[in-house]
């Protein structure tokens, strides 16, 4: 299979290229850094220099492709929420995503029985279904009705229209990526490493996390499995509220985990930002399981203990 990325550099991007040519996948990058992804990635990964939200000849490079899995956007604490931010947030997902299938739509590839054997596996995240309390969510949950949301359905529906092109289309809604070097889980480090952690804004609110490893292996099983299209939640099948998910990481660390957090303290210092930390999702992957995906790390413990203790 010859996989074109965006957003190849970043936490997830990264992990998948590796899977993909571990297997034997050729893999096509884009990306505005060229100079730092090809030492990053060496000789095995064609890189094309380009913007994904500016249509270009990187187009091109699309139509020779089997798969496309898009991952571009910028990162949701990358700075306060302003009107400017939150207009960059939104446009960065959605004009990639408009570009990619426009770029799709320039040529098909089909087997020998006359279908399309294409698939793009598109971003998008939990935030969909809005915040909730502790019912559960899956795929034929409704969507919310705050920004995050909003984006998501823009999100989703600029990669609709691929289908027109006879694209099999998933839009992979995933939650809290653990990796210890970098994501959520390394800002949550921090104030346990000072014995200062603990649970936010009371510990309610679900955190519907999943494992990097099984992150990227739900986007394999997407790529290779004809049977999954539209919505597919990455979670882990054991979301936590925020007190046990605090609870675990001290316990991992060997660190207390007694030190709340007030919610009002986090939107002082973070903005409007912080009402993700403080609102919460128990998102349950049920297509996944229902597919017959097996998790790696179902269990928040586990998962913890493979990716901190070294």
């Not at 571009?72 to 959605?94: H, I, M, P, T, Y």
């Not at 529906?157 to 027109?164: D, S, Y």
């Not at 046990?244 to 919610?263: E, I, N, Q």
Request: aromatic letters at 8%; proline letters at 5%.
């Amino acid at each position: 299979m010859r996989v074109f990325i965006t957003g190849g550099t970043g936490l997830v991007g990264s992990h998948l290229i590796k899977k993909l040519r571990d297997r034997g996948d050729q893999v096509v990058v884009l990306t505005r850094r060229p100079d730092v992804a090809k030492p990053t990635f060496g000789d095995g990964v064609t890189i094309v220099d380009g913007d994904p939200m500016v249509a270009g000849a990187w187009q091109d490079a699309v139509a020779d492709c089997d798969a496309v899995v898009n991952l571009a956007g910028e990162g949701l604490f990358n700075q306060r929420w302003s009107d400017d931010f939150k207009a960059l947030f939104r446009s960065s997902r959605v004009r990639s995503t408009e570009n990619i299938v426009a770029a799709l739509g320039k040529k098909t590839a089909l087997d020998a029985s006359g279908s399309s054997r294409r698939v793009l596996v598109n971003g998008s995240a939990i935030g969909y279904y809005g915040p909730h309390g502790d019912e559960e969510l899956t795929e034929a949950s409704l969507a919310g009705n705050d920004f995050l949301a909003s984006v998501c359905m823009d999100w989703e529906r600029a990669a609709e229209p691929a289908m027109k092109h006879g694209v099999r289309v998933v839009y992979l809604r995933t939650g809290i990526v653990l990796e210890a070097n970098g994501g959520a889980l390394a800002k949550m480090l921090t104030p346990f490493k000072f014995f200062v952690g603990g649970p936010i804004a009371g510990g309610a609110q679900y955190m519907s996390w999943i494992h990097i490893e099984d992150e990227v292996g739900l986007l394999l099983f997407a790529l290779d499995h004809a049977e999954i299209t539209g919505p597919l939640n990455a979670t882990a099948p054991n979301p936590m509220t925020n007190y046990d998910f605090s609870k675990a990481l001290g316990s991992v660390l060997g660190r207390p985990s007694f030190m709340p957090t007030p919610g009002f303290m986090l939107r002082l210092a973070m903005g409007e930002v912080a009402d993700i930390l403080t609102t919460g999702q128990r998102v349950l992957p049920k297509k996944a399981t229902a597919a017959g995906y097996e998790f790696q790390f179902p269990e928040l413990g586990a998962a913890l203990v493979h990716l901190l203790i070294k």
